[in-house]
C-alpha cells in the first residue's frame, strides 16, 4: 500500500506534512525533492541491507559496476522502474558516482 494511501485512509490531509515530521523523527526516509519526492522507506534496515547488498557484489567487480550488471542483479528482486528509484537513492547519499563514459540515468 502506498503512504498517501495509508495517509488518507486516516483523514489525514496534509500528507506532505506527515512525511516531512516522519522523516526528521527518524521514522522514515523521505526527500522532498528530485527523483525521490515519490519515494518512502519505513525500514531502515532494508535500506542498510539493500545497500551492503549492491556494495558487496561491486566489490567483486573491483567497485565498478556497468548498468548492464547491475540490472542483472536486480532483475529478480525490482522492475526496471524500481532500479532507477534505487540508484537515485544511491547518487543522493553519495554511495555511487556516475562516470561521464557511462551514465547509469537511462529513462530521463
Known sequence: MHFVSIAQSHQIEDVKGLAQFMHDNGVILWFNHGQLTNLVILNHIWLANTIN?????????????????LEVHWQETWSQTMQQVFLDLLTEFEVIYLL??????KYD
Do not use: C, E, H, V
Request: a positive charge.
Open 53 to 69: 547488498s549492491m556494495l558487496d557484489y561491486a566489490a567483486t567487480y573491483k567497485g565498478i559496476l556497468t548498468r548492464q550488471q
Open 100 to 105: 561521464r563514459d557511462n551514465p547509469f540515468r
